[in-house]
Structures are given as C-alpha cells and as structure tokens.
C-alpha cells in the first residue's frame, strides 16, 4: 500500500490546493498580458520585443527534446515509407479521421472538438469540474480526447519535412488556433482531466520541433501557442489526478510536467514543474510496475503505454540535467524485459484486459497497436541489450525520433545474437510464460487487479493465449468499448470472455460500474512451477467462487512438452455440492474447427493445424472478439459444460497436426 505521505499528498491537494485554485480561476481570466508572460522568463524583460522573444526561445528549446528543424535531412533519409506519410498529412490537411474504429471519416471543413463524431453526442463549453462524461448515453468521450491528443501533428510535421509543402505548417496554425478559439481555459471536456491536457501539451511540443522554422508562422501565433503551452503546466500542476489509489492518469501528470518543464525551465514555474514531474515519476514508478516489470494495473496495453511514458520522460528529463535513480533506471528496463518476453514470434502481443489504443506519441497514423516491438529498439540502445534488439525486429522508427541517428547507430553496433527462446516466471505479476522457438503461451495467474477493485483488469484469471508456429489459435475476447456501453464492456470483460472456467454462471469477481469490481477474492497460489530445456509445468488454483453457497475452487494444471510440442490443460473444480462448470476457448479471427468427433477438434489456420482433445464433450459456438478499441470480428468458441457434484475435472489435450 501506499506510504502515510501518500495520503497527506492527496489531503492537501484534494481539500485545500486543487479548490482553491479552480475557484480563482472560476472568477479570473487565465490569459495575462503579453508583457506580463515575457517576464517570467530569466531572458527577457516586459520590454523584450515579441521576435526577439521567440527567436530566444526557439533557440533555447532546441535541445531540449528529441528532435528540431536542424536534424531534418539526417532524419528523413532514415524514413522507408514516404508515400504513406505524405498520405497521412494529406487525411490531416483534409480533416479525415479514422479513430478507435470509426474507419473513415471526414469532419469537414471545421472540426467540432466538442463532438463525438461516431454517436453524435456534443458536450456544452461549462467549467471543467461541472461535467460529467461516463452517462451511458451511447456515447463516448474518448473520441474527442483522442482528436484533442493532437498525434495529427506528428503527421503533418513528418510530411512536411520530407517535401517541404507549406500548406503542412499553414494547418498546423490552423489546427492549433481552432482547438484555442473553441476551448477557453478550463471550459470544456478537454479540460476535464489532467492527463489528457498532458498529452495534448507534449504532443504541441514535438510539433513545434517539426514547425519552429516553417516560413508563414509568424511570431504572433508563436506568442499565442507559448501563453496556451504555459497554462497547460499551470493547469496540469494544479489539478493533478491524485486520488486514493492511483493509476497511469496520474503517472502521465508527471510526465506531462517533465516536459512543460523542460520547455518552460527560464521560469521559475518551469523549474517547480520539473521537479514536481521527478518526484511523481520516482514514486509511481515503484508503487505503478512490480519489481518483475509488469504494470500493476494488469492490462498488457496499459503496460506499452506506461512504458512509453516513462521512457519518453526518462530521454526528456535527461536532456535537461534531470538526474533519476538507479532504482528508477532498473525498473525502466525489467519494464522492456517484461515486454520483450510477452512479445510473440510473430511480434504481437496478448490482448489481456481492457486496451484502449492509447499512446503518448504516435507516429505513424495506421500504426499496429498490437505490435510494441517499437519500444524494445529504444529499450536496447539505452540498456544496450542485444535480446531487445532482436526482438525488436525492423521496427525502429520510433527510435529514430526520439534518439536520433546516434541512437540508431547505437542499435546498429550491438551484436545480433538470437538467444534460444526461455519459458519465464514474472511471480509478482502472476504472468507465465511457457515458450520454445515456435510456441508461445502466456497466462495470467495473477490477482485481477491492485487494490482489490479490478480497474483496468478481467476476469480472466489462469485465462491463457496461445500462439503456434505463426499462428494465433487461441486469443482473448480485447475490450471493444468504455463508456459508450457499459454493458457491451462487461461482457468482454467477463468470464465466460476468457479462456478459463465458469462456475454457475457468476463471475469470478461480481463487477460494481464500469471499471470496478466489488472485491477480488481470488487469492491466486501457485502449487507447482517448474521449467527446463523439455518440460514446463504450472499448477495454481483460484477462491473467487469460495463466496458462493457450497463454497468451491478452480484449480488448473499446465503442461507443456516441448520435444512432443503438446499443452495438457487439466482442470479441477473442488470444494462440495452440485455444479453447472463451463470451460471456454477463444479462437482468434480466421481459426476454423473442424468436429472430428464430440471430444476431439481439428483447429486450423493459414500455416499450421492444431489436434484439441477434450475429457468432456466440445461444441463450437458463434462469438467475437474484439483485436482493437472499437473494433469487433466474428470468432468461434470451443465451449463445453457440465453439472453434478464436485469434484469435476476437464482434461484437454493440446497437440500439432502433421
């Protein structure tokens, strides 16, 4: 649990700083004279005229961050895909979106930032602590937040250093003036949280590393940008998401204040904002990810996205002489460790628990949100480990941005050495990982969730993936949506969701709203693991239904014979009385079965086939699952049930088709 300072932190913030300063600004206008805003500065005076202003102030954040206008030529050679980038810019210029599964869209020619384009639904301009955006209405608010994250301008900015075209900065002012003129500081959902106006703030950030010499951009827009950027930090300072348990929203008000500092160090304000940023990303970064690596909130999505965060802060932080631990740094790469074994052969990675696409950078606009290997390039040039680097494959445009071609070069010089595949343990986690050169099974034995409330997690405990010699065979459900349907959340969140065992149809934690459960009672234990060259075996059991009447547990048993390359799942429901217990397998889209009799299946894919043999009789039933946030595909299930007196068992027998 979190420290007794924790919770004088939350008091004084939650109680006397964060009212205190809404209701000021309730009354006041945040945008203070131009004269007033240049004294803040160590550089200048009131007197300061507004081009020297800004051309010292350019000139200063140059080497702040990853990338500025004088890297364009050696940056831009590195880049293999130009046409899809110029394409990217033009949807930009054309206001064409497609977000969180909307597909295609086209805002017109003035975008509503107000507006969920997929329900319709437009929220009012009233003060950020008035609305409310979890109603159940249909729709849903991270439509907007997305739009309002600003990627869009990674886009332009590529495109325009690769052919110089002036409509690219010409729609950057635009986009920013309109978001400005539609947006009154604090007014508005996009004002709502802290987090999203980090993002949004780092992403206005890298733009002008993109846009900061672009002829057109006068200085009278930059002064403007400058004046929003700074309340930007003061808002993420004084409204940070500290709460009683806090998450990966908090973590990113650390990060956003790493960067609005480093911008803004001439300040004082700047100089409290670093500091500020260190302390909270020292401190999540211990009570947020295990000591094995994993991010505690037990969704392998919101791992990418807490990794990213962190390292993002770490190379930022480091340019401006912020010095963080080595406890920080160590369990920075345990973070990458963690990645880079649940990262499949194929280079995808386990839907486990809710995914929301959500990214700090993105620089390519039809990015795989399934793929992290981008994160491991950055991960072996600043830990130089070889593994990372094979890993990670061919993907490192990310590290191109965010470490230059010295960190390319970096990555170019480490040996290749492709080590044999290891069966891992991440204990404190609960993630098993049981793997040779071409199969791959992860599973989660783990608590649902930290604190006993489930937030980003499912009910999927000893639910498992499987992958087979380029195939994904058995997969899990993903998430599909939030607040637009709370219902349709719950579902993919719920047991029967998974790849696990059901007990008189009831959860194995009861859910309480969207992101809560009423209490984990799980307790998982893990009665046997072992690995070696040939075997791998994992025996744990779970008490989330020792709530019911005639209490029971699930125990299950792994199996994995490498030489004979067969998985052996045995379950046993114990305790006493009689029990409905349902067993449920996920395919992955394009998986067919094929009955070869009522207990035995022939699963098969584009490059290989799987023989699944069952102690109870198999049936394939119609279902979906869901690969990204916003996205569902038909799918099929291998479902079986029985009922009687405990204990019941299911042995299911895994093996290659010739």
Same mark, same amino acid.
């Given at each position: 649990?979190?420290?007794?300072?924790?919770?004088?932190?939350?008091?004084?913030?939650?109680?006397?700083?964060?009212?205190?300063?809404?209701?000021?600004?309730?009354?006041?206008?945040?945008?203070?004279?131009?004269?007033?805003?240049?004294?803040?500065?160590?550089?200048?005076?009131?007197?300061?005229?507004?081009?020297?202003?800004?051309?010292?102030?350019?000139?200063?954040?140059?080497?702040?961050?990853?990338?500025?206008?004088?890297?364009?030529?050696?940056?831009?050679?590195?880049?293999?895909?130009?046409?899809?980038?110029?394409?990217?810019?033009?949807?930009?210029?054309?206001?064409?979106?497609?977000?969180?599964?909307?597909?295609?869209?086209?805002?017109?020619?003035?975008?509503?930032?107000?507006?969920?384009?997929?329900?319709?639904?437009?929220?009012?301009?009233?003060?950020?602590?008035?609305?409310?955006?979890?109603?159940?209405?249909?729709?849903?608010?991270?439509?907007?937040?997305?739009?309002?994250?600003?990627?869009?301008?990674?886009?332009?900015?590529?495109?325009?250093?690769?052919?110089?075209?002036?409509?690219?900065?010409?729609?950057?002012?635009?986009?920013?003036?309109?978001?400005?003129?539609?947006?009154?500081?604090?007014?508005?959902?996009?004002?709502?949280?802290?987090?999203?106006?980090?993002?949004?703030?780092?992403?206005?950030?890298?733009?002008?590393?993109?846009?900061?010499?672009?002829?057109?951009?006068l200085d009278e827009f930059w002064m403007r940008f400058f004046q929003q950027l700074f309340l930007h930090g003061e808002f993420v300072r004084y409204n940070l998401e500290l709460e009683r348990v806090v998450g990966n929203h908090y973590l990113s008000n650390g990060v956003g204040l790493i960067f609005l500092g480093s911008f803004f160090q001439d300040t004082a304000a700047g100089k409290s904002w670093l500091n500020w940023g260190k302390r909270i990303l020292e401190r999540e970064i211990r009570h947020q990810v295990h000591s094995d690596g994993a991010d505690f909130e037990k969704s392998i999505s919101y791992h990418r996205l807490v990794l990213e965060m962190l390292y993002c802060a770490f190379i930022?932080?480091?340019?401006?002489?912020?010095?963080?631990?080595?406890?920080?740094?160590?369990?920075?790469?345990?973070?990458?460790?963690?990645?880079?074994?649940?990262?499949?052969?194929?280079?995808?990675?386990?839907?486990?628990?809710?995914?929301?696409?959500?990214?700090?950078?993105?620089?390519?606009?039809?990015?795989?949100?399934?793929?992290?290997?981008?994160?491991?390039?950055?991960?072996?040039?600043?830990?130089?480990?070889?593994?990372?680097?094979?890993?990670?494959?061919?993907?490192?445009?990310?590290?191109?941005?965010?470490?230059?071609?010295?960190?390319?070069?970096?990555?170019?010089?480490?040996?290749?050495?492709?080590?044999?595949?290891?069966?891992?343990?991440?204990?404190?986690?609960?993630?098993?990982?049981?793997?040779?050169?071409?199969?791959?099974?992860?599973?989660?034995?783990?608590? &649902?969730?930290?604190?006993?409330? *489930?937030?980003?997690? =499912?009910?999927?405990?000893?639910? /498992?993936? +499987?992958?087979? %010699?380029?195939?994904?065979?058995?997969?899990?459900?993903?998430?599909?949506?939030?607040?637009?349907?709370?219902?349709?959340?719950?579902?993919?969140?719920?047991?029967?969701?998974?790849?696990?065992?059901?007990?008189?149809?009831?959860?194995?934690?009861?859910?309480?709203?969207?992101?809560?459960?009423?209490?984990?009672?799980?307790?998982?234990?893990?009665?046997?693991?072992?690995?070696?060259?040939?075997?791998?075996?994992?025996?744990?059991?779970?008490?989330?239904?020792?709530?019911?009447?005639?209490?029971?547990?699930?125990?299950?048993?792994?199996?994995?014979?490498?030489?004979?390359?067969?998985?052996? &799942?045995?379950?046993?429901?114990? *305790?006493?009385?009689? =029990?409905?217990?349902?067993?449920? /397998?996920? +395919?992955?889209? %394009?998986?067919?079965?094929?009955?070869?009799?009522?207990?035995?299946?022939?699963?098969?894919?584009?490059?290989?086939?799987?023989?699944?043999?069952?102690?109870?009789?198999?049936?394939?039933?119609?279902?979906?699952?869901?690969?990204?946030?916003?996205?569902?595909?038909?799918?099929?299930?291998?479902?079986?049930?029985?009922?009687?007196?405990?204990?019941?068992?299911?042995?299911?027998?895994?093996?290659?088709?010739?």
């Open positions: 649990m979190y420290p007794l300072g924790h919770f004088y932190r939350l008091c004084g913030h939650r109680l006397i700083e964060r009212p205190l300063w809404r209701a000021y600004h309730r009354r006041h206008s945040a945008v203070f004279p131009e004269a007033q805003f240049k004294q803040r500065f160590c550089f200048a005076t009131a007197e300061t005229s507004r081009s020297e202003f800004v051309g010292e102030l350019m000139w200063r954040v140059r080497e702040r961050f990853f990338f500025s206008p004088k890297d364009q030529l050696r940056l831009t050679r590195f880049l293999s895909n130009k046409q899809e980038i110029v394409d990217a810019a033009e949807k930009v210029v054309s206001n064409t979106v497609n977000l969180l599964g909307s597909g295609e869209r086209c805002l017109g020619a003035t975008i509503d930032w107000h507006q969920d384009f997929k329900s319709g639904k437009v929220w009012p301009i009233d003060y950020c602590s008035d609305l409310t955006y979890a109603q159940g209405d249909g729709s849903d608010i991270k439509v907007p937040w997305e739009l309002s994250r600003f990627h869009q301008l990674l886009w332009l900015g590529k495109g325009y250093w690769l052919t110089g075209d002036p409509r690219y900065p010409s729609k950057f002012r635009e986009l920013v003036e309109a978001w400005i003129d539609a947006n009154p500081f604090g007014y508005g959902i996009h004002w709502i949280n802290a987090m999203e106006v980090s993002f949004r703030a780092c992403n206005w950030i890298l733009g002008v590393g993109f846009f900061a010499d672009a002829p057109g951009l930022c932080g480091q340019r401006s002489q912020v010095v963080f631990s080595k406890g920080f740094k160590k369990r920075l790469e345990r973070m990458f460790d963690f990645t880079a074994n649940y990262t499949k052969p194929n280079g995808k990675v386990p839907r486990f628990s809710d995914s929301d696409n959500g990214r700090l950078f993105r620089f390519s606009r039809d990015e795989d949100f399934n793929d992290h290997r981008g994160a491991l390039a950055i991960g072996a040039v600043l830990f130089e480990r070889p593994d990372f680097k094979c890993a990670a494959g061919s993907q490192v445009e990310d590290l191109i941005w965010f470490l230059g071609e010295k960190g390319l070069n970096t990555l170019r010089g480490l040996p290749h050495t492709q080590n044999l595949p290891v069966s891992r343990a991440f204990q404190d986690s609960g993630y098993y990982i049981l793997r040779d050169r071409s199969a791959h099974m992860i599973i989660d034995a783990g608590k &649902i969730g930290p604190y006993k409330v *489930g937030v980003h997690g =499912h009910n999927d405990t000893f639910s /498992f993936e +499987l992958f087979f %010699g380029g195939e994904e065979f058995i997969t899990d459900s993903g998430t599909y949506a939030y607040t637009s349907n709370f219902e349709t959340h719950q579902r993919f969140a719920s047991t029967a969701a998974h790849n696990t065992v059901r007990i008189d149809n009831r959860e194995i934690a009861e859910f309480d709203g969207i992101w809560r459960i009423k209490a984990d009672l799980t307790y998982p234990q893990v009665r046997e693991w072992s690995s070696n060259t040939r075997y791998d075996i994992l025996e744990v059991q779970h008490h989330g239904y020792s709530r019911l009447t005639d209490s029971v547990i699930h125990r299950r048993r792994f199996e994995f014979n490498k030489p004979a390359t067969t998985w052996l &799942i045995h379950d046993w429901i114990l *305790g006493r009385g009689n =029990h409905q217990c349902e067993l449920f /397998f996920h +395919l992955s889209e %394009g998986i067919s079965a094929q009955p070869l009799g009522d207990c035995e299946l022939r699963l098969e894919g584009t490059t290989a086939a799987l023989h699944i043999q069952c102690s109870v009789p198999l049936m394939i039933l119609d279902g979906e699952i869901s690969p990204i946030y916003g996205v569902k595909v038909p799918a099929r299930i291998l479902y079986s049930v029985q009922r009687g007196e405990v204990p019941l068992e299911f042995i299911t027998r895994i093996s290659v088709e010739d």
